[in-house]
């Protein structure tokens, strides 16, 4: 069981951007593949974005391709979601999962064992 703490999320208007940090402790981040999923207001949590284990291979769902990019620092156990061109319809609480090795459907929430607490993006004029 790892811990993971996101930070970074906040208020911010249409077209502007904001940097999500997943902090990993109690183990190797290199060893997991790390989801960023979302949830807004009596919506089901969807996927978002992942990064696979050891190759940090990157996915994304058709809604933020070209916007959203995923990486990681196994130095410093940190994964991050650089998220621009903000849109209304990004608000949400967003949230990173850890999943040892990589899942082979990355937004199923079902893949991962381990859940940060969540942190609120809002994006609005």
């Known amino acids: 069981q790892v811990q993971l703490v996101e930070s970074g999320g906040g208020l911010v208007q249409p077209g502007g951007s904001l940097r999500l940090s997943c902090a990993l402790s109690g183990s190797r981040l290199d060893d997991y593949a790390i989801g960023w999923f979302r949830q807004a207001p009596g919506k089901e949590r969807e996927g978002v974005s992942c990064?696979?284990?050891?190759?940090?291979?990157?996915f994304y769902a058709d809604s933020v391709k070209g916007r959203f990019t995923t990486s990681r620092d196994n130095d410093n156990a940190t994964v991050y979601l650089q998220m621009n061109s903000l849109e209304p319809g990004d608000t949400a609480v967003y949230y990173c999962?850890?999943?040892?090795?990589?899942?082979?459907?990355?937004?199923?929430?079902?893949?991962?064992?381990?859940w940060g607490q969540g942190t609120q993006v809002t994006v609005s004029s």
């Open positions: 999962a850890a999943a040892l090795g990589t899942p082979s459907i990355w937004a199923l929430t079902i893949a991962y064992d381990d």
């Open positions: 990064i696979s284990a050891h190759n940090s291979m990157a």
